[in-house]
């Protein structure tokens, strides 16, 4: 069985292991680096190095491509994850989201007002990371109720994102996953800030 760092409970997966399977557990990537190495760790675990070098050297190109398209605008953009009313989370450094900002030429918004992971969406978090763009998964956003529903939650109105209602919506999968589609993700986000004038 194949883990991440993230998987719970823990008892389950010692339970796992002493019924005789072998569990191996990789770290979450937040870095295209780690990503890589985590890449490169799957090869091993799977006895496909070739396939993992080859994946590896076409994410890297994708990247680079896409990155190619970024121009730095100084731009800041938060990503907030939700899954309706009871989920709402101010994602900051150590998060998958902070490289792909970055990478698209952006300022990570949350992590430049210092949040660390994730935060509890709150009025005062959301003003003082002051994001001109707020992005969003298009499923939790769906369970909110559309953008003028997620334009109600307390902070995001008053943020220069919510007063232009620059509000982008991504796959939860294609945007959090950090995996192959992630050339795909960064090319798609970069077209959109620069939609945006960012």
Known sequence: MIGDTQSSPPEALEQIRGAGVH??????????????????SLGMVLDAKDAAEK??????????????????????????????????????????????IEAAGAIDAGADSGIVETVSVTAEALVAASPDVIIVPEEGLGVLGGVEAFLETPGVA??????????????????????????????LLIADLQALGG
């Open 55 to 100: 994946l590896i050297a076409r994410i890297s190109r994708d990247i680079e491509e896409a990155g190619a398209q970024a121009v730095p605008s100084g731009i800041r953009v938060a990503y907030v994850y939700t899954r309706g009313p009871d989920v709402m989370l101010l994602f900051g450094d150590g998060m998958t989201t902070r490289p792909l």
């Open 158 to 187: 008053q943020t220069p994102a919510g007063e232009n209602g620059a509000i982008l919506a991504y796959p939860e999968g294609d945007f959090l996953t950090f995996g192959p589609r992630v050339g795909e993700s960064l090319r």
């Open 23 to 40: 569990v191996e557990i990789l770290r979450v990537a937040t870095s295209f680096e780690a990503l890589y190495v985590k890449i490169e």
